[in-house]
């Protein structure tokens, strides 16, 4: 029930396309809702998040689309740039961003 | 400028040491949290403390201990009970990053080997 399940594992996608992570979790109590993006020998930073009551949150080129009644989330990237080349973690919790449950990665790569 | 500092970045441990990984924070947050990293599992809890002198186990605390005397630190030891620690660990805290955006803010971790 405390699990958030991440695919796909890996993603190859070209320059100025569209790259597209989903997630699943059980719990729903979770009530916050987190993307992580992490480089080679760094530390994630936080990219966007999202609460259960809106369906969709969008920064810049990053978007989060949330289904409540599918128990699924996802983000998506447009017109994606090598840079954007990274593992992205999503994450859920209770009570905010306190104790988060992390899925288990998708590693990205956009060919130039 | 204010942030986590993780240190050293990599340590390598023999079989039967402990080792103390060290996390500063001059963030002013309240609660500061280890992660375990290792490749296709994402990151597992395995210590977090939400006010000094007060700490809960995560999910995988067991060959760990840690310690919060102070707001601004929180080092975690690798106990030679630990029977796997070959990892990468992040330290973070909890707090605003900007108007809209909360959570974590993570350190650049410290990568841990068994020689």
């Known amino acids: 029930q405390q699990q958030v399940k991440q695919s796909p594992q890996s993603l190859i996608v070209q320059k100025g396309g569209i790259s597209i992570i989903n997630c699943a979790y059980e719990?729903?109590?979770?009530?916050?809702f987190p993307w992580y993006q992490q480089f080679p020998g760094k530390g994630p930073a936080l990219l966007i998040a999202?609460?259960?009551?809106?369906s969709e949150k969008k920064e810049g080129r990053f978007t989060i689309s949330f289904n409540k009644s599918a128990k699924q989330f996802s983000l998506h990237i447009m017109d994606s740039q090598p840079g954007d080349s990274a593992t992205y973690f999503c994450?859920?919790?209770?009570?905010?961003?306190?104790?988060?449950?992390f899925g288990q990665g998708t590693r990205l790569t956009i060919n130039p | 400028d204010g942030g986590i500092t993780q240190s050293p970045k990599y340590l390598f441990r023999k079989e039967g040491q402990n080792v103390t990984l060290s996390c500063e924070q001059n963030?002013?947050?309240?609660?500061m949290y280890w992660y375990r990293q290792d490749p296709g599992q994402g990151l597992r809890l395995i210590y977090y403390?939400?006010?000094?002198?007060?700490?809960q186990k995560g999910d995988i605390a067991e060959g760990y201990s840690v310690s919060r005397e102070k707001k601004e630190s929180f080092p975690l030891t690798v106990t030679s009970a630990q029977k796997n620690p070959t990892a990468f660990y992040l330290c973070?805290?909890?707090?605003?990053?900007?108007?809209?955006?909360?959570?974590?803010?993570f350190g650049s971790g410290t990568r841990l080997t068994v020689v």
């Open positions: 994450a859920a919790s209770l009570g905010g961003a306190q104790k988060l449950v």
């Open positions: 999202i609460r259960p009551d809106v």
């Open positions: 973070a805290s909890l707090g605003a990053q900007a108007e809209s955006l909360y959570g974590y803010t």
């Open positions: 719990n729903t109590a979770f009530d916050y």
């Open positions: 963030l002013n947050h309240d609660a």
């Open positions: 403390s939400q006010i000094v002198n007060d700490f």
